[in-house]
């Protein structure tokens, strides 16, 4: 591969590579002092004592599961939430919350949430996950999404979020006694600006151009070592 042809390749994988900013991670559990998660009840979130599977799903990305108190296995349980007429009419057990910066707009990225008994979520303030109706209960939590169990999680699609300050708030209802809880985990990943875009693609453009002019350089000068040697 000639040099010229090398460098291109260099720069353009730069390019590439500089495009994909690092991810931002949305992770329960990883904030206790109350700063940018946390809750309505005493502020800032605590660790509780996890199910294992099938009864709570285990993190696979970094989330823990959290309360607003000690409320896991073999702890305190919160009084239950009333149902009239297939509707929850009492206010959440515990709202809580997370707050994020993109430095960029989101290409792509979401996260996965679960919570005993049942959560509904909203992303700045629009709800973008409801309660499941009516809401029924199964062997643990309720049935379908979001629930506590592994495939009762909801999915929530951050890919195209807008760059600046967000906040994810999750409502989450204590129904059926025993433990309380909630546990989410995903990521963002922002995609620089055009102009930050441009700017790098202009750098490596020079820097591919100036690769060309010290390759041409180099083999008129080796041609005439050539000629000489002859
Ligand atoms: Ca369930
Ligand atoms: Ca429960």
Request: aromatic share 10%; proline share 7%.
């Amino acid at each position: 591969m000639g040099a010229v042809r090398k460098f291109g390749l260099l720069a353009g994988l730069f390019v590439c590579g500089a495009a994909r900013a690092s991810p931002i991670l949305i992770l329960s559990g990883d904030d206790l002092t109350g700063a940018h998660e946390g809750n309505n009840r005493t502020g800032a979130n605590v660790l509780v004592n996890p199910y294992g599977p099938p009864i709570w799903a285990a993190p696979s990305r970094g989330g823990r599961w959290i309360s607003y108190d000690l409320t896991g296995v073999g702890q305190k349980s919160p009084g239950d939430s009333r149902i009239l007429d297939e509707e929850i009419i009492s206010p959440p057990t515990a709202v809580f919350f997370e707050r994020f910066f993109l430095p960029d707009a989101a290409g792509s990225g979401g996260i996965w949430v679960w919570a005993d008994d049942v959560a509904q979520v909203l992303l700045d303030g629009v709800r973008v996950f409801p309660f499941p109706r009516p809401p029924v209960r199964d062997m643990h939590c309720i049935v379908g999404s979001i629930g506590c169990q592994p495939g009762e999680e909801g999915f929530i699609d951050l890919s195209g979020l807008s760059g600046g300050e967000h906040t994810l708030e999750f409502r989450v209802h204590q129904l059926w006694g025993d433990t309380y809880g909630l546990m989410y985990e995903g990521s963002v990943e922002p995609i620089p600006e055009p102009a930050t875009f441009l700017l790098i693609a202009t750098g490596a453009a020079w820097a591919a151009a100036r690769a060309n002019q010290r390759h041409l350089v180099r083999r008129a000068t080796g041609g005439s070592k050539t000629e000489k040697a002859s």
